[in-house]
């Protein structure tokens, strides 16, 4: 009988084998496999990120007057905060001699504490009383041989609103009025005034004119200039030998109200470029305006502090966010999930119902702990923005061993 037993050993033993070679095989790729899933990067953490739009303010109701123009900005900006009547040039009386100040000013600069050369008043500026006089202009008392230093003829000027320092002023500073006009058509064109001319130096011709929108950047660069702003926003002052001198603006200090100049002809009526600052929440606003074309002085006062009481009450502190508003989450592939949260309060003072624009960002985390600032939320009003840091109210932690190595994935993409 033929024996069986050595062909059952051999199939055993490719079976034996077989069974150990998948082992190895096993043993060597989880070899490979494990510690490659372990290091393999994780997937970064779902971002999801909505931030609310705060509402609008209701929007500013401005008393502008009725009659002439008005107007009123920020100070330095080239925007209005509202504007009435007549937008282009027209007369604007005496206001002209913020116009002659500041030429004068950049021709002869002064410091503060610096007064200037001394100007002796000649027998050509007793002339130039006596021909403002005959035409009932405004004036101030001259006398010839007397020394005024530039910066007390500047006051004069201004306080005082006297026409024949205007042209003492431009006469010595320029030699002649010719001269000035040449170097004021310089100063408004340097300065993009292109509604301005200027004819004379007082402002008593009505074909020295301006508009609205150029008269809020004069009275910025007014208010630039320490020296200049110092004198309009002066009530009384002392000059030699004149002696007390009134600001002809009886607005000063009433509302805030710091300058800067009045003005009356028949032709322009009664104007008031002007300047205040005042608080909002814990902002201080500082505004120019004006008003041109009133029927009488004190109805161009009442207009001024009826436009400037409307305009503060057009700023409004508007509430942006809460602090520990959830406004987003992490989610992990893993089913972690982490709410994204705001840390702090944040309001911003906003003029009427302007909008404001939101844009906020986030990191892109795989885990994260608790408290971690993760992102921002920027807040936009006009142009000036408030920032708000996000953190995370949660903790996004390693998945550990098992996920990974059951997400081949990871290793192989």
Known sequence: MPPTSAPVRRRRGIVAFSAGGILVVVAVALGLYVPAALAAPLPTAQLELTVPTPPAAEPAQLALPGIGS????????????????QTGPVPIASVTKVVTALVVLEA???????????????????QLLEQTRAVDGSYEL????????????????????????????????????????????????????????IVDASGLDPGSRSSTKDLMTIA??????????????????????????????????????????????????????????????DETKSVVGVILGAESSQAARDAVQALLASTKAGFTTLPLIKANTEVGSY??????????????????????DDPVDVDASAADVVTVQTGANVGTIRYTVDDVTEQVALSVDGTLQDPGFWWRIGHPELVFG
């Not at 002869?108 to 007793?126: C, F, Q």
């Not at 007397?146 to 010595?172: C, D, G, H, P």
Request: charged content about 20%.
């Open 70 to 85: 008005g107007a009123i900005a920020e100070e330095g900006s080239g925007e209005f905060l509202g504007e009435s009547g």
């Open 108 to 126: 002869h600069p002064l410091t503060e504490g610096d007064d200037g050369p001394g100007i002796t008043m000649t027998a050509a500026d007793v």
């Open 142 to 197: 001259v006398n010839e041989g007397q020394t005024l230093s530039e910066r007390q003829v500047l006051e004069i000027m201004l306080l005082k609103s006297a026409n024949n320092y205007a042209e003492t002023v431009t006469n010595w500073a320029f030699g002649s009025l010719a001269g000035y006009l040449d170097a004021a058509r310089s100063f408004t064109a340097a300065h993009g005034l292109a509604d301005t001319t």
């Open 220 to 281: 910025s660069l007014a208010l630039a200039d320490p020296v200049l702003a110092k004198i309009v926003s002066t009530a009384i002052d002392q000059v030699p030998v004149i002696g007390e001198i009134d600001n002809s603006n009886k607005l000063l200090g009433i509302d805030g109200i710091d300058g800067i100049k009045t003005g009356t002809t028949d032709e322009a009526g009664s104007c008031l470029l002007f300047s205040a600052e005042f608080t909002v929440g």
């Open 331 to 352: 989610t992990t592939e893993w089913g972690e999930t982490a709410p994204i949260v705001t840390t702090s309060d944040s309001d911003a003072l906003v003029w009427s």
